[in-house]
């Protein structure tokens, strides 16, 4: 089973920002299937980005993933007040599916 | 427009059997994709609980496989989550999703989540 450590635990930074998340794979991920979550208090996950570096239906341009092997980074290039939120990465592929433990972007 | 709702009791006391149900609109599950199970104790993470395909396909969380059973009506379009033998450990929001690229894939469309609280 793949583990995702992801990092900082915390981000405070300030709306107009720029935010870089990173997550770590315990091993090299296949064809980089890797996405990113967000979930904001009360509600579901939002996918934004999978296979690393494709955003999904509806994402606006300022998010943006990149990475490959066992590391990956989500980047934020300039935050609006809704993005203030907690972001997962997931590894999916065969044999299994895993989440990190996620990384809580808040207003500083 | 997908859409994906769960339902089923709030409340089940320990050694009790979680029984839940995910209803899907705007999409036949007969038509294809992977539908999946994942959950999240309070203020913590998400878990994987499993998939299914509507031929009736299973695949599950290793760590959960021993108490897991996921199931499929199609003439309903919904499909269904059997978690046996539960303690407070599976106190959590219990989410149903679409799944892309497979049995082990991404979750595009998400239901809005049901707590189940267990407690005697």
């Not at chain 1, 980005?49 to 690393?52: L, Q, R």
């Not at chain 2, 705007?26 to 294809?32: L, Q």
């Given at each position: 089973e793949i583990v995702l450590t992801q990092s900082p635990g915390t981000l405070s930074l300030s709306p107009g920002e720029r935010a870089t998340l990173s997550c770590r794979a315990s091993q090299s991920v296949s064809s980089s299937y890797l996405a990113w979550y967000q979930q904001k208090p009360g509600q579901a996950p939002r996918l934004l980005?999978?296979?690393?570096s494709t955003r999904a239906?509806?994402?606006?341009?300022r998010f943006s993933g990149s990475g490959s092997g066992t590391d990956f980074t989500l980047t934020i290039s300039r935050l609006e007040p809704e993005d203030f939120a907690v972001y997962y990465c997931q590894h999916y592929g065969s044999p299994s599916i895993t989440f990190g433990q996620g990384t809580r972007l808040e207003i500083k | 427009q997908v859409q994906l709702q769960e339902s089923g009791p709030g409340l089940v006391k320990p050694s009790e059997t979680l029984s839940l149900t995910c209803a899907v609109s705007?999409?036949?599950?007969?038509?294809?994709y992977y539908w999946g199970w994942i959950r999240q104790p309070p203020g913590k993470g998400l878990e994987w609980i499993g998939s299914i395909y509507h031929s009736g396909s299973t695949y599950y969380n290793p760590s959960l496989k021993s108490r897991v059973t996921i199931s499929v009506d199609t003439s309903k379009n919904q499909f269904s989550l059997k978690l046996s033998s539960?303690?407070?450990?599976?106190t959590a929001v219990y989410y149903c999703a679409r799944i892309r690229f497979g049995e082990f894939g991404i979750f595009d469309y998400w239901g809005q989540g049901t707590l189940v609280t267990v407690s005697s």
């Open positions: 980005i999978y296979g690393a239906t509806g994402i606006p341009d | 705007g999409y036949s599950i007969s038509s294809g539960v303690t407070a450990a599976d």
